[in-house]
């Protein structure tokens, strides 16, 4: 069972922290990996996407790879309370197809 | 504006019925893909569609079925066969079903509350 975790938090961090957010995966031959923002009641929004090993930047965020360790993690500088939401992470999987293995997410709060 | 529409909002099923959710992009892309969250979970796919006239089973299809009659639009059926219906059901849609160079982004549409009464 290929899998794709995530703590569910909730992670609280002060406003104009660094908020970061991990994310472990079981098929070792995974490809690429997607972050999704999800605000509460409302559809996931892909803020990042990260195929090769180390770090990928853009604005706020930074995408972090780790294919030996098999980990994933978002970075997220300057958090604004608007930030608050759950973050998924994805995985597409090995197949030959497009088929992404989602986490639970986990639930970030950012407080003033 | 190019993007994914989902129609309806909110939808509510009685016992036994059989009730259609609406997803069409104008993005033109060609696969589709209808998944399922409920609350703690992880999205879990139910169908997926590469062209016109052909779809797959996901992991999760029991219940379900799926059309797609047009490039744009990839409607899921939920039949009475479903037994715990009631969750959020999301329609995405990428470039390309095949692996290939490049992200192949999912992006999803605003998502179907169906509640079963």
């Known amino acids: 069972q290929k899998e794709v975790e995530q703590n569910s938090g909730p992670l609280s961090v002060p406003e104009g922290a660094i908020a970061s957010l991990n994310c472990t995966y079981s098929?070792?031959?995974?490809?690429?990996f997607f972050w999704y923002r999800q605000y509460s009641g409302k559809s996931p929004e892909l803020i990042m996407s990260?195929?090769?090993?180390g770090d990928k930047e853009d604005g706020r965020f930074t995408a972090q790879l780790n294919k030996a360790s098999q980990y994933v993690s978002l970075l997220i500088r300057d958090s604004q309370p608007s930030d608050s939401a759950t973050y998924l992470c994805?995985?597409?999987?090995?197949?030959?197809?497009?088929?992404?293995?989602f986490g639970a997410g986990t639930r970030l709060a950012v407080h003033p | 504006d190019g993007g994914i529409t989902q129609s309806p909002k909110y939808l509510f099923r009685k016992e036994g019925q059989n009730v259609t959710l609406s997803c069409e992009q104008n993005?033109?892309?060609?696969?589709m893909y209808w998944y399922r969250q409920d609350p703690g979970q992880g999205l879990r796919l139910i169908y997926y569609?590469?062209?016109?006239?052909?779809?797959q089973k996901g992991d999760i299809a029991e219940g379900y079925s799926v059309s797609r009659e047009k490039k744009e639009s990839f409607p899921l059926t939920v039949t009475s066969a479903q037994k715990n219906p009631t969750a959020f059901y999301l329609c995405?849609?990428?470039?390309?079903?095949?692996?290939?160079?490049?992200?192949?982004?999912?992006?999803f549409g605003p998502g179907t509350r169906l509640t079963v009464l």
């Open positions: 995405a849609s990428s470039i390309r079903l095949a692996v290939s160079e490049g992200y192949n982004e999912q992006f």
């Open positions: 098929d070792r031959v995974s490809q690429s």
């Open positions: 990260i195929y090769s090993n």
């Open positions: 994805a995985v597409r999987t090995s197949g030959g197809y497009n088929k992404l293995i």
């Open positions: 993005l033109n892309h060609d696969a």
């Open positions: 569609s590469q062209i016109v006239n052909d779809f």
